[in-house]
């Protein structure tokens, strides 16, 4: 898995999660449970992780949606 975006915005990372689904690219959203150990207060980040081999494709699906100010930047 390649992580693309690292959020606390829950509506983001729906978003995101959502134009993965409709391109049929498997994501994942790592540290959802830590908002557990929190106690839900937000301040940790969730990491918005996509299929590697389908990573380029992925970034290019949420820059064509406005997100690309979100992403990280591309690993080499």
């Known amino acids: 898995m390649h992580?693309?975006?690292?959020?606390?915005?829950a509506?983001?990372?729906?978003?995101?999660?959502s134009l993965m689904k409709d391109a049929g690219i498997e994501s994942l959203i790592a540290?959802?449970?830590?908002?557990?150990?929190?106690?839900?207060?937000g301040l940790l980040p969730r990491r918005f992780l996509v299929e590697s081999d389908r990573a380029q494709e992925a970034r290019r699906i949420l820059i064509d949606?406005?997100?690309?100010?979100?992403?990280?930047?591309a690993s080499q």
């Open 3 to 9: 992580e693309l975006i690292r959020t606390n915005d």
């Open 11 to 17: 509506v983001l990372l729906s978003f995101a999660q």
């Open 31 to 41: 540290d959802q449970s830590m908002s557990i150990l929190e106690g839900s207060l």
């Open 65 to 73: 949606a406005g997100l690309g100010h979100e992403l990280r930047e």
